[in-house]
């Protein structure tokens, strides 16, 4: 029989604790049978219930095996051993009715019977209940394994810096965490079970990203959009989004990935208005001077006015003193002061005060409407993006723009524009007017470096035109400045590249330009030769982008 | 081209591109005597010079081809006697050399005070009207 029962070769050693019965210094039976169960087996003789529980609980043992001994008829030792995990056999010796009966009731695993063939059915029995042991220590492990791997999954989705939710096949969130309840604005726990549409709100007729990857098994990654809090605020979030698939490889479900980006946003316009405020202090100069030459005339106005109404005091103060004369009937008088009147009128040049009055008076309005213009142009350009699109005319911003920039290169530049009829464009508008006029200064730079350095006295042109594309707007600005060398060319929208004196770039205009032309979806291309011109040319699509799919 | 004699009124050449400017540097200087013309641009300004001569010749700096600093330089190499002024909002927009060097009297400011304005073209002008 032992034979029979060979041990696979991936069998590991065996332990077994004996508890025999007496130290007869003779090796019993059991423990010759028990050596034989497979290579390496080991057995530790011991002879009572404390020595036993002491092996148990300090080494791994696969196998208790308990001859005819009192410990083998105490059933507290009993349950002890089987709650340390072990199978326990009994080796009864005498066939005592009920013993092995006794032996099971009180914990053993198994019980042999004394009789024939007693060391091969000990062995059977050994070797399966090392087998069951071992089985049943590995589920119990795995089980173990699985929970562990469980706590640990829902560890890291509780405990991870970005908002995770799950949803199923019909819009229902079935897993959130607390970052994820944070950046929706919902309650601890109540995100179970709502539709993600309560918040991940599709904007005119575009599917959510969501939908798209529950339906279509599309996956996004790094995409932004906007999101509706409980609290009704709008919040920017960027979001990736992934199919899960169930066993039969169907999209079951959506794990969605977001975080607020307010903060991100929120510096990102910050170090758009950096740059803007930047640039327009190359306006200064320009703008000083359209602002100087109203209030310069204004200012002489204003005094000469005062002194033109110090002379029509004195002809009036002379005429009320003719009508009181008249009044009173002393006509000689009257005579006299009449005569008074006409030199007087004569030697203030009456007649061209009140012109001159009237001429001072409109001059002067118009200079202060100019200024107010001015200042007017400039707030509107200084004026923060909110972060969202709005509708806007494009040809109105390069106008608006070119208004501002006109001043500081009114003598050196002619101006032409030709624009098309555009249809309004969900954009940002005040970024790009920033670009606008990033581009328009470049290019009054670049014809004022060369008609500095060929001595032109003609002006130079920069040339804008609007064109209406099929899916998008087409704007062009073209100079015929200095021209950018080819070398530089593929450097123009590095952050900080700049060809320009010290003081008088940032080095940051034209990478804020691209980054703003990006952000719209639209694309900034350049054409240049030196000594002939430049062209800036930018298309904007019509439609809002949506978000790639990021898919393998 | 005939020299002021004392008592005549001194010719005054005004160019700006500005018309208020224009306009308003009339009003301070109506009664101070002067016969005046205005240009709007350096071109204008030299014609007008070959049409008659002025005394003392006010330009504006920033100006649509010709600068004033240049405008005033040719009046002064074709006229070395003529007095001339610059007027401008912008202070650096010529160095104290530069004006030097095309021999011109000085940078009124924009924009300028009436009473300084007229006392320094009084202390410039010879035989001021009394």
């Known amino acids: ?552 | 081209m005939t020299e002021p004699s004392r008592g005549a009124r001194p010719r005054l050449l005004l160019v700006d591109d500005e018309e208020g400017i224009l306009s308003a540097l009339r009003r301070t200087l109506r009664r101070e005597g002067y016969s005046i013309r205005t240009a709007r641009n350096a071109a204008e300004g030299l014609a007008a010079l070959e049409e008659e001569a002025a005394d003392l010749v006010l330009s504006d700096h920033m100006m649509p081809g010709m600068t004033g600093l240049d405008f005033l330089s040719e009046v002064k190499r074709r006229r070395p006697q003529a007095i001339c002024f610059l007027i401008s909002g912008w202070s650096q927009a010529v160095t104290r050399g530069e004006l030097e060097k095309a021999g011109i009297g000085g940078l009124i400011p924009k924009p300028w005070d009436d009473g300084q304005l007229k006392e320094t073209l009084r202390s410039v002008l010879p035989g001021s009207p009394s």
């Not at chain 1, 501002?404 to 954009?427: F, G, Q």
Request: some cysteine; glycine content about 8%; charged content about 25%.
């Open chain 1, 1 to 552: 029989m032992r034979g029979v029962l060979r041990v696979e070769s991936s069998f590991q050693p065996v332990r077994v604790v004996l508890v025999e019965a007496g130290l007869s210094g003779r090796r019993s039976e059991a423990a010759e049978t028990l050596e034989q169960l497979g290579p390496g087996t080991r057995v530790d003789r011991v002879t009572d219930a404390a020595s036993c529980r002491a092996r148990v609980s300090t080494v791994p043992v696969d196998l208790v095996v308990l001859e005819n001994t009192p410990a083998a008829r105490d059933p507290s030792f009993l349950r002890q051993l089987s709650a340390l995990g072990p199978p326990v056999i009994v080796v009864l010796h005498e066939a005592v009715a009920g013993d092995s009966l006794d032996a099971i009731r009180a914990g053993a695993t198994e019980c042999v019977e004394p009789g024939p063939d007693l060391d091969s059915r000990l062995t059977a029995l050994a070797l399966d209940q090392v087998r069951q042991g071992r089985r049943h220590r590995e589920h119990e492990e795995a089980e173990r394994r699985i929970v562990e791997l469980e706590d640990y999954t829902e560890n890291i989705v509780q405990h991870m810096n970005s908002a995770l939710i799950v949803v199923d096949d019909s819009g229902r969130i079935t897993e959130a965490n607390p970052p994820a309840e944070e950046v929706l604005g919902a309650e601890p726990g109540t995100l179970a079970g709502r539709s993600f549409e309560d918040w991940f709100v599709p904007e005119e007729d575009e599917a959510t990203l969501i939908s798209r990857t529950l339906e279509e098994g599309h996956r996004f990654k790094g995409a932004e959009t906007t999101i509706r809090r409980s609290d009704g605020r709008r919040v920017p979030v960027g979001i990736s989004c992934a199919p899960m698939k169930d066993r039969r490889g169907r999209n079951t479900q959506a794990v969605v990935l977001f975080q607020d980006l307010t903060e991100v946003k929120q510096l990102e316009l910050q170090m758009l208005q950096s740059e803007k405020m930047a640039s327009i202090g190359q306006l200064a100069a320009g703008v000083a001077h359209e602002i100087n030459n109203p209030t310069g005339f204004i200012h002489a106005n204003l005094h000469q006015m005062n002194e033109y109404l110090a002379d029509l005091r004195r002809t009036w103060k002379v005429t009320s003193e003719l009508q009181a004369q008249v009044a009173r009937g002393d006509l000689g008088e009257a005579q006299r002061v009449s005569t008074q009147l006409s030199q007087l009128a004569e030697e203030l040049d009456v007649d061209f005060v009140y012109g001159d009055f009237a001429k001072a008076v409109r001059e002067s309005q118009e200079g202060s409407e100019r200024i107010r213009h001015i200042v007017q142009d400039l707030r509107d350009f200084s004026y923060r993006d909110t972060g969202e699109r709005v509708e806007a005319d494009v040809n109105q911003c390069l106008d608006s723009t070119a208004n501002i920039v006109w001043p500081m290169m009114k003598h050196s530049v002619a101006l032409a524009r030709e624009y098309d009829e555009l249809p309004r464009l969900r954009c940002y508008p005040m970024q790009l007017k920033q670009v606008f006029m990033n581009l328009l200064v470049n290019a009054y730079q670049a014809i004022e470096g060369r008609r500095e350095a060929e001595s032109l006295t003609e002006p130079g042109e920069i040339r804008i035109s609007t064109e209406a594309q099929a899916d998008g707007i087409g704007v062009e600005i073209r100079d015929t400045g200095s021209g950018i060398a080819s070398e530089d060319l593929g450097r123009i929208f590095d952050p900080f590249f700049t060809t320009k004196e010290v003081g008088v770039g940032t080095g940051l205009g034209l990478s804020t330009s691209y980054s703003i032309i990006e952000r719209h979806g639209g694309r900034i291309r350049v054409e240049s030769e030196v000594g002939v011109g430049t062209s800036f040319q930018l298309w904007l699509p019509t439609r809002v982008p949506t978000p790639e799919p990021a898919d393998d």
